[in-house]
């Protein structure tokens, strides 16, 4: 076996003028795809699974708690004898969940107590240990890209973003593209090139030159979605569509995008630092969970039979405090929930190290605690989805054994 | 193809003419000098430094007008007026057309406490039983006008100010006291907390600043800390001021200072209404009303704070300017605020030892930002690092505009507020308290550039519409970017590459694309 030393040499030595819209061809619905969909702003995910059976939640969360016991369109959909489901989710997420595409990690998170949402974030997507030194221009979904293809160039991937993220920035140039709004471009192919020479030698160059391919193959997708809507709009007018929105838009753009090209996708949504008014059944983040689900249904949707080997991971930075505020809202916790859905997902279940919600399991008497490092849980994910040897893991998350929660 | 060449001599010559037909209007004088730096003391270290380059960093871009000022000046005379240590003498003022566009908006001629009494009438309209869509309707759309008021009046002064360096400052500072314009009405209040909050501070004392975002509805409102009160803390402001705004996440509070701190920030809020202060009994000497600034005693949590080692004992609002100091002479505070400084105004991994020397500068100076500023734009770090850092969304697309248009006055910020929007940084727009990124990692990725690049085609075929009055009527025309400035200063650094492209050009608008579109104009 390589050792961590080697590997890193090898992925060295090849790691130079790589692109990743270059390496690939159209992807068949057999090749595995992985989206991983980072909340901004630390949700509530006791909102989000709710805890069936604690006196204390009731207690605590006087004007923000949901109703777990009616069977009504505001009521908890229960999933087990211990947690519930928000109920805007009850048309988008939970029909998945019940087909066995869904799972809940309660107690996730990272060991990072800042509470601070942009250091927190900043660290999981580093992907790195905590202590000791760090790379701060290596995120892990670019190794894992890095590691990926290495040999293969199977796996092209793409940060639907205005902006590269953290995760996404490392050795391996990794375009972006942010669809929440598409046009065309004003810039013709020959000025393009004309434009491609300026840049020959430059320290953008990379950078110009991906830009230019992502711009052509978005391009065509979009085009062809746009003869596709209409021909869609015509034949089934709306029948059982769910209408999508702002982050469902964006969603099955994404869904077209990774179906037909990419492997590995990374996309944010952000609103959910619900300090004031975040609302119960309904309200601010009622909303903002229905446009979530609605926009992985659509996902899921758009992504036809290459669902079956679809995998999506919905993270935020940290949960909130498990008491509401003064404002009937939340402040900065740590443990969340993290989601995993896809057709490859073997779900229907709520999984991981969990304990009973009351007061004294609560991390400094306020938060849910971490009792699932995200890195061994994705280290366990990545290591069965694609079969990765421990020193390829070690490359994506040192010093982490992948631990198997039985996702896929 | 063929460009007309002026000999460099003539075109200084011609420069200089002409820059004394605009120089004699000379421009708002310096305020009242506080600093604890002599103007005989700045820019040591400026003598072998390329003049353009000097204003290239030091301003939102170098333009025609800017060249001439630098040469005329000499770059420590320059530097002296940007820092405003110097009356701005022999410098022509904003364009007239600019000042009356920034004189008839609804920010200028109103307080915020007008218009926030006005908007509260339409809102009370638009929530009232049996209202009309269309009262709801016109109540958001006030909001956005104002906020475009805002965006517009930053703009035109980003363009055409002579004070440069000020309006970089008020973005940098804005960006660091952020609010983000999608919160509530906080629309409504943008241009009064740049202009009093953020403006009158930005070369002055840091503890300024903390004193005057901490007392603006703006802040009080996106931090939530107008909800913060006696048994209903909110500790959203507490752990920013701490994290974002001074000591920096690594700075060494704990969560129980960010919990003190909150205790402290009980009661801190503002009031729009025109009513008699409330009866408060014996908390009534407590009260402080200040515009829309309200201090309310019976929100107060008065027990005593241990706030970062300190005892602060519960007596009112003046816990808050004792936690300010604390925070604003903390080691911490002079590290976080000279490294983001730093990065700002040198680029990327600013080294340790500057920025160990900007602390320095700010600690024995009490926080004078001109003096940090100093110290910096003397220190060779600076120099070196002319002409090599990356311009983030706000430098390119003002930068291109100044180049192309000059102290032509535009009629039309629609354009650039969309540019600003579609490259991912527009003015107001950022919906966390962190601001805007300041390194380049944030801003260079693929599908920046290729924006970018039709934001450049934009300009340079001058078809955006930035010549279109409100009335509909539109003067178009495309800039003309091959002109002396070209010719005595930006040919001198293009690349072979940038230079054989630009001969490939078939047309002037295409040759303006391209050169705005050059990896050159990428770097300040």
Same mark, same amino acid.
């Given at each position: ?17 790589? =692109? ?45 708690? =949901? ?28 029909? =998945? ?44 979904? %670019? ?53 491609? %020479? ?17 711009? /052509? ?22 029948? %059982? ?31 959910? /630092? ?19 689900? /609605? ?75 971490? =009792? ?37 | ?22 120089? @004699? ?18 820019? +040591? ?5 390329? $003049? ?42 904003? $364009? ?89 009405? @906080? ?69 129980? #200072? ?18 008699? $202060? ?45 936690? @300010? ?7 911490? +505070? ?13 680029? #990327?991994? $600013? ?17 004078? @930002? ?61 919906? +966390? ?92």
């Amino acid at each position: 076996m390589m050792d961590r030393r080697h590997f890193l040499q090898a992925m060295a030595a090849t790691s130079l003028p790589v =692109l990743s819209s270059q390496l690939f061809a159209a992807q068949s619905p057999a090749q595995p795809r992985f989206l991983f969909v980072f909340l901004r702003g630390g949700y509530d995910a006791a909102s989000l699974l709710v805890p069936m059976s604690s006196s204390f939640y009731a207690e605590v969360r006087p004007n923000i708690g =949901l109703n777990r016991i009616g069977s009504d369109a505001n009521s908890v959909i229960g999933l087990n004898s211990d947690w519930g489901l928000h109920p805007a989710l009850r048309d988008n997420i939970y029909p =998945l969940y019940s087909k066995g595409q869904a799972i809940f990690i309660p107690f996730s998170g990272t060991d990072d107590l800042s509470r601070s949402h942009f250091e927190t974030q900043d660290s999981i997507e580093l992907g790195q240990p905590l202590q000791g030194h760090r790379d701060l221009s290596s995120g892990f979904l %670019n190794r894992l890209a890095t590691v990926l293809n290495k040999d293969s160039n199977n796996f092209p991937a793409m940060s639907f973003t205005d902006q590269l993220p953290l995760i996404m920035q490392g050795s391996m140039q990794i375009a972006n593209t942010g669809v929440k709004n598409v046009g065309k471009s004003a810039i013709d192919a020959r000025q393009s090139q004309l434009i491609v %020479n300026m840049y020959q030698g430059q320290p953008l160059s990379k950078q110009v030159d991906e830009g230019f391919t992502t711009r /052509d193959q978005v391009n065509v997708q979009m085009n062809a979605m746009q003869t596709e809507d209409k021909y869609k709009e015509m034949t089934d007018a709306n029948r %059982n569509a769910i209408s999508t929105k702002g982050f469902g838009v964006e969603a099955r753009r994404i869904g077209k995008l990774m179906q037909q090209q990419y492997a590995i996708g990374f996309v944010d949504v952000g609103g959910w /630092d619900t300090h004031v008014n975040q609302g119960n059944a309904n309200g601010n983040l009622a909303n903002r969970f229905k446009e979530l689900g /609605d926009g992985i249904a659509a996902f899921s949707d758009e992504m036809g039979p290459a669902w079956n080997n679809t995998v999506v991971v919905v993270v935020s930075e940290f949960g909130r405090t498990f008491r509401e505020n003064g404002n009937r809202g939340t402040d900065h916790g740590h443990g969340t929930v993290y989601w995993v859905l896809g057709g490859a997902v073997r779900g229907g279940k709520v999984v991981g190290e969990q304990v009973a919600v009351e007061q004294r399991t609560l991390l400094q008497n306020r938060d849910f605690p971490v =009792l699932n490092e995200y890195r061994s849980t994705l280290g366990g994910l990545f290591t069965r989805m694609y079969g990765l040897s421990p020193s390829q893991l070690d490359y994506v998350f040192a010093g982490v054994k992948g631990r198997d929660l039985g996702l896929v | 193809m063929q460009l007309f060449q002026l000999s460099k001599q003539r075109l200084i010559i011609a420069g200089l003419g002409c820059g004394l037909l605009l120089c @004699i209007v000379s421009c708002s004088s310096a305020p009242a000098n506080t600093s604890t730096v002599k103007a005989a003391s700045v820019g +040591t270290n400026l003598g072998s430094v390329m $003049p353009e380059l000097l204003v290239e960093r030091l301003s939102w871009g170098i333009n025609t007008g800017s060249a001439m000022q630098v040469h005329q000046l000499g770059t420590v005379r320059y530097l002296q007026q940007q820092l405003q240590l110097a009356p701005m003498t022999n410098v022509p003022d904003m $364009p007239q057309a600019v000042k009356d566009q920034i004189a008839a908006m609804t920010i200028t001629q109103k307080s915020m406490v007008d218009i926030a009494a006005e908007l509260e009438q339409m809102r009370q309209a638009s929530d009232a039983n049996g209202s009309t869509e269309e009262a709801r309707k016109n109540y958001q759309q006030e909001l956005n006008r104002l906020d475009r008021e805002a965006q517009s009046r930053a703009i035109l002064r980003a363009l055409y100010s002579p004070q440069q360096l000020q309006e970089q400052l008020c973005w940098f500072w804005f960006n660091h006291f952020n609010v983000f314009q999608g919160k509530a009405n @906080i629309r409504a209040m943008l241009g009064d907390y740049e202009e009093n909050a953020i403006r009158p501070h930005v070369l002055g004392h840091f503890r300024d600043l903390l004193i005057a975002t901490s007392h603006h509805p703006a802040m009080l409102r996106y931090l939530d800390n107008e909800q913060n009160a006696l048994n209903h803390p909110n500790e959203n402001y507490a752990r920013e001021i701490m994290e974002l705004h001074s000591m920096g996440v690594d700075g060494g509070y704990t969560q129980r #200072d960010v919990q003190e701190l909150a205790r402290i920030l009980t009661g801190v809020g503002f009031n729009f209404k025109r009513e008699s $202060p409330p009866r408060l009994g014996r908390l009534q000497d407590q009260y402080v009303r200040n515009g829309a600034f309200e201090f309310n005693p019976r929100r107060h949590d008065y027990g005593d704070k241990q706030f970062l080692g300190h005892t602060i004992k519960g007596h009112g609002l003046g816990e808050l300017d004792e936690a @300010i100091d604390l925070l604003s002479k903390n080691p911490a +505070t002079a590290h976080f605020i000279s490294k983001k400084l730093a990065l700002f105004f040198v680029g #990327d991994a $600013p080294t340790p030892a500057l920025v160990d020397r900007l602390a320095a500068t700010f600690l024995a100076t009490d926080g004078d @930002i001109k003096a940090v500023l100093n110290t910096m734009f003397s220190s060779p770090e600076f120099v070196n690092s002319l002409g090599h850092q990356f311009k983030d969304p706000q430098h390119y697309v003002y930068s291109a505009l100044r180049l192309a248009y000059d102290d032509k006055p535009i009629l039309n910020t629609a354009p650039v507020i969309n540019w600003l929007s579609r490259l991912g940084q527009p003015r107001y727009g950022k919906l +966390t308290p962190d601001g805007y990124p300041l390194t380049s990692t944030a801003w260079d990725s693929p599908g920046q550039m290729t924006t970018r690049f039709d934001i450049a085609k934009a300009i340079g075929n001058g078809s955006a519409g930035l010549f279109r009055t409100d009335s509909g009527m539109d003067y178009p025309g495309f800039p003309k970017l091959s002109n002396v400035l070209y010719f005595t200063y930006l040919q001198s650094i293009l690349s072979q590459n940038t230079l054989k492209s630009l001969d490939q050009a078939n047309s002037p608008q295409e040759w303006n694309t391209l050169l705005l579109a050059s990896p050159e104009m990428m770097v300040r």
